[in-house]
T-cell receptor, first 114, second 114 residues
Framework: AQSVTQLDSQVPVFEEAPVELRCNYS??????LFWYVQYPNQGLQLLLK??????LVKGINGFEAEFNKSQTSFHLRKPSVHISDTAEYFC????????????FGSGTRLLVRP | ETGVTQSPTHLIKTRGQQVTLRCSSQ?????VSWYQQALGQGPQFIFQ???????GRGNFPPRFSGLQFPNYSSELNVNALELDDSALYLC?????????????FGPGTRLTVL
């Protein structure tokens, strides 16, 4: 079975400061990794995903994430956040040998303060 | 690119009733998945349909059922509603349902069971 742990339920940060949202996963098989963002009263939007290749993945809105296989981590980073980045962020995995489901973490609420 | 729509936006039902939620996928997307997101939690996979056939199911009882139609629309039906069914229900569509495919989420239907 697979599981995803997002270590921080809420991360407060000041505008223009850097931020890192942590994600660790557990799986006995190889997985793909995803970060999604959910703005209030909206569905989930894909920020970035890791399928293969370079372990540093760049996504939309200036976010990037680094896959670390030995640490089974996929932390999300942004060098300078904006008020508009305030949202819920979800890390997710899917098995490489399975076609049908994303397994999500419990989410991290990023709260950007002026 | 998004374009997944869901209806209704909000719904209030009483325990024991039945409910049907609807989703319209992007044109050309043969796969639709449904997720349940309880308050403060990450989405949980309910099931996936590929070309009108159920392609995988999560840990949900049989009173959760679905249909997918040739016109890229789909339904989630829940019978004998329970209080714990109160949640945001999300549908997501993708082209082929492959493990690395991007799933495009709709805005969700908020179901409240009283």
């Amino acid at each position: 079975a697979q599981s995803v742990t997002q270590l921080d339920s809420q991360v407060p940060v000041f505008e223009e400061a850097p931020v890192e949202l942590r994600c660790n996963y557990s799986s006995s098989v190889s997985v793909y990794l995803f970060w999604y963002v959910q703005y209030p009263n909206q569905g989930l939007q894909l920020l970035l995903k890791y399928l293969s290749g370079s372990t540093l993945v760049k996504g939309i809105n200036g976010f990037e994430a680094e896959f670390n296989k030995s640490q089974t981590s996929f932390h999300l980073r942004k060098p300078s956040v904006h008020i508009s980045d305030t949202a819920e962020y979800f890390c997710a995995v899917s098995r490489m040998d399975s076609s049908y489901k994303l397994i999500f973490g419990s989410g991290t609420r990023l709260l950007v303060r002026p | 690119e998004t374009g997944v729509t869901q209806s209704p936006t909000h719904l209030i039902k009483t325990r024991g009733q039945q409910v049907t939620l609807r989703c319209s996928s992007q044109s050309g997307h043969n796969t639709v998945s449904w997720y349940q997101q309880a308050l403060g939690q990450g989405p949980q996979f309910i099931f996936q349909y590929y070309r009108e056939e159920e392609n995988g199911r999560g840990n949900f009882p049989p009173r959760f059922s679905g249909l997918q139609f040739p016109n890229y629309s789909s339904e989630l039906n829940v019978n004998a509603l329970e209080l714990d069914d109160s949640a945001l229900y999300l549908c997501a569509s993708s082209t082929s349902g492959g493990a690395g495919d991007t799933q495009y989420f709709g805005p969700g239907t908020r179901l409240t069971v009283l």
